[in-house]
């Protein structure tokens, strides 16, 4: 199933050039509202995925550089292994994998400045309120994504996958 590898490199390739455009167009801190429950906010987050962490020393920039890699290794062999029927599994795993990937090169070309983390510019509100209270970039919402799509399957789909080969004849 590593055909799907297609959409963790078009996840990447987004998540790099809506950086980029933040990054060239916007100042730090700069909002610009899109929509009256949407605005770009340019951040970085030196945290993981939707701000977490960012209280961390030096060896929180080295883990959050060191972990998506050792995901990423172990995404691409999963993927590696999986049956054409899991193509929802796949899905899911290559969403994770681009925007870990995204997420990465933030890391890596900030070697700079290890805390400075990625760029983040996503904020979803409510009027004067924050419905969704951290900013995010694409690659963290292909992250979640692709996590919830991992799960959909291992819930649902993967019991009828297994019960279907079980039915066969044969086994």
Do not use: C
Request: no cysteine; hydrophobic share 50%; net charge negative.
């Amino acid at each position: 199933m590593l055909k799907w590898l297609w959409l963790s490199l078009l996840i990447i390739i987004a998540d790099q050039l809506s950086k980029y455009w933040v990054v060239t167009n916007l100042k730090l801190g700069q909002k610009l509202t899109l929509l009256p429950f949407l605005e770009l906010t340019y951040t970085h987050n030196p945290g993981v995925a939707f701000g977490m962490g960012q209280d961390g020393g030096w060896w929180a920039g080295i883990a959050f550089l060191g972990i998506p890699v050792v995901v990423a290794i172990i995404i691409l062999n999963w993927l590696r292994k999986l049956e054409p029927e899991e193509k929802w599994l796949a899905v899911g795993l290559s969403m994770v994998l681009g925007g870990a990937g995204g997420n990465i090169i933030d890391r890596v070309m900030h070697t700079d400045d290890i805390k400075r983390g990625v760029v983040d510019f996503i904020h979803v509100y409510i009027g004067s309120n924050d419905y969704f209270p951290w900013i995010f970039n694409i690659a963290d919402a292909m992250i979640s994504i692709g996590v919830v799509l991992i799960l959909f399957y291992e819930i649902f789909l993967r019991r009828k996958h297994t019960q279907r080969d079980e039915n066969e004849p044969g086994n």
